[in-house]
């Protein structure tokens, strides 16, 4: 089992940053691929990066050459750096897990607020 815990959501304006921070605790070494996701209100959850034990990312589209994602293993940190905001990336993020073993279910963070105004 994997406990997360994100941090670092805030209110801030277009055109700033922030950096988000998920902690991660238990089976750490389980750990596969860290994900963050976000949901805005009426939307879908949505993968916005993730990164590979071994440093692979993936971003999509909407915030390629804005967010940085990345990870400490030794520390078992994971952090979103949010650059150039924009109202439309407001929304609860999550940290998520994925596991190298198959049929272990994803581990899910509690989210952290985000909101951009214009």
């Known amino acids: 089992q994997v406990q997360l815990v994100e941090s670092g959501g805030d209110l801030v304006q277009a055109g700033g940053s922030l950096r988000l921070s998920c902690a991660a605790s238990g089976s750490t070494s389980s750990i596969k691929v860290i994900g963050w996701y976000r949901q805005a209100p009426g939307k879908q959850r949505e993968l916005v990066a993730s990164i590979r034990r071994d440093g692979d990312t993936y971003y999509v589209d909407s915030v390629k050459g804005r967010f940085t994602i990345s990870r400490d293993n030794g520390k078992h940190m994971a952090y979103l750096q949010m650059d150039s905001l924009k109202p439309e990336d407001t929304a609860v993020y999550f940290c998520?897990?994925?596991?190298?073993?198959?049929?272990?279910?994803?581990?899910w963070g509690q989210g952290t607020q985000v909101t951009v105004s214009a």
């Open positions: 998520n897990a994925e596991s190298w073993f198959a049929g272990v279910p994803d581990s």
